[in-house]
């Protein structure tokens, strides 16, 4: 049964790990490297499962993940692609929960709110262009997009992404220029069409997004 300080190495000679243990589980911290002597885990153990302070990162050796684990999963932490800032928040099972998301110039692009629950996202600028329901990382659900000018884009419902159910479509202006229904997207059931001023302008049946004309008898 191992216990203290313990290294491997694989095959080749290579160290590929150092690690402390007690009663023949790891206790203490960790450190994994790759065939190339980087290191791949920076971590804490606790009888066994990942406990408190931990790095990661990736194949060419920049931090991708630094943060708190509790229990083997993932508390808080924050995550980065290429050397930037990518997430920072709150994780449950693994799944970002509770956080914000940045872009490679630093600007905040969402807000994630209880993780399966509601998001927001913005424009590079910091306007708002989404807010809404989220669920397994899509719309779902309501939601509300923007110009950016922060007039009313689209509010209505979604599914897997995609608009679904019934909805309205604003101009620029903030006029109604469509209200109906949805389907995988597109525009699919009755609706009815305004012009630039909000005068209606059509009414009737889409089908895949193209307006079903009727038949003159």
């Known amino acids: 049964m191992r216990n203290g300080k313990c290294k491997e190495y694989s095959y080749d000679n290579y160290l590929i790990c150092e690690s402390e243990f007690l009663n023949g589980r790891r206790n203490g911290k960790l450190k994994e490297y790759n ?52 997430f920072d928040g709150e994780y449950l099972f693994n799944k970002k929960f509770n956080g914000k ?52 884009e689209f509010e209505g419902e979604y599914l897997n992404g995609k608009k679904n159910g019934k909805g309205k479509e604003y101009n620029y202006k903030g006029n109604l220029k469509f209200e109906g229904e949805y389907l995988n997207g597109k525009k699919n059931g009755k609706g009815k069409v305004y012009d630039w001023n909000g005068k209606l302008e059509f009414e009737g049946e889409y089908l895949n997004g193209n307006r079903i004309e009727k038949r003159k008898e």
Not at 58 to 71: H, Q, S
Not at 131 to 148: A, C, D, R, S, V
């Open 101 to 152: 998301g940045y872009d490679k110039n630093g600007n905040v692009i969402y807000e994630l709110i209880n993780g399966n629950g509601k998001i927001k996202i913005y424009y590079p600028e910091g306007y708002l262009k989404f807010e809404g329901e989220y669920l397994n990382g899509k719309k779902n659900g309501k939601g509300k997009e923007y110009y950016e000018n922060g007039k009313l």
């Open 35 to 86: 065939s190339d002597g980087d290191l791949k885990y920076e971590r804490e153990y606790v009888n066994g499962k990942i406990n408190g302070k931990a790095k990661e990162y990736d194949e060419n050796g920049e931090l991708k993940f630094e943060g708190e684990y509790l229990y083997g999963y993932k508390r808080r932490g924050k995550e980065y692609i290429e050397g930037k800032l990518e």
